[in-house]
T-cell receptor, first 111, second 115 residues
């Protein structure tokens, strides 16, 4: 069966460091992958989409990689700030209209 | 645009009662999605609509759950009768085209507690 795994439930890092979150998937061949941010008490907010033919994508301090051979996406936040503290979810298409989400990684950036 | 609007934000009810959750999607979006989020199971898709028509309800847990979209600006998710295991945060999301490549915009969610 199809599975999406995010490396850990929680990740704690010091302000200014780079946070790296992992999304692994099995029994999928997605044409793209999305990353969302979710703050407590709020719905997920879309951050980035990366297609299978794109190795890397950047948006300000965010960088996403997509390795279809390893079946893995890495999500990096450089120069992290306490305001980056949130839960980050990866999502893959199940079919054209249906996205399936990972359980999320809760990132805490300590000042 | 106000974004996706959900009501109520919090609902506490007793087992056996009927619960109705409401959603107003972003104007002009053709697709509407209902999700449930729990610590154990994460974010799960329950059902989605295209132009007010239910397309896939395979995620609806059982017959106690039903969803309707009478018009382009309103949808409801009903649980009757409710059970304690239905306690979760229910999100509504909408997107322009419905293709997964299109961004889904989530509402703030309804936190449901069934006692």
């Amino acid at each position: 069966s199809q599975k999406i795994e995010q490396n850990s439930e929680a990740l704690n890092i010091q302000e200014g460091k780079t946070a790296t979150l992992t999304c692994n998937y099995t029994n999928y061949s997605p044409a793209y992958l999305q990353w969302y941010r979710q703050d407590p008490g709020r719905g997920p907010v879309f951050l980035l989409l990366i297609r299978e033919n794109e190795k890397e994508k950047r948006k300000e301090r965010l960088k996403v990689t997509f390795d279809t051979t390893l079946k893995q996406s890495l999500f990096h936040i450089t120069a992290s700030q306490p305001a980056d503290s949130a839960t980050y979810l990866c999502a893959l298409p199940y079919n054209n209209n249906d996205m399936r989400f990972g359980a999320g990684t809760r990132l805490t950036v300590k000042p | 645009d106000a974004g996706v609007i959900q009501s109520p934000r919090h609902e506490v009810t007793e087992m056996g009662q009927e619960v109705t959750l409401r959603c107003k999607p972003i104007s002009g979006h053709d697709y509407l999605f209902w999700y449930r989020q729990t610590m154990m199971r994460g974010l799960e898709l329950l059902i989605y609509f295209n132009n007010n028509v239910p397309i896939d309800d395979s995620g609806m847990p059982e017959d106690r759950f039903s969803a309707k979209m009478p018009n382009a600006s309103f949808s409801t998710l009903k649980i009757q009768p409710s059970e304690p295991r239905d306690s979760a945060v229910y999100f509504c999301a909408s997107s322009l085209t419905g293709l997964g490549i299109d961004t889904q915009y989530f509402g703030p969610g309804t936190r449901l507690t069934v006692l």
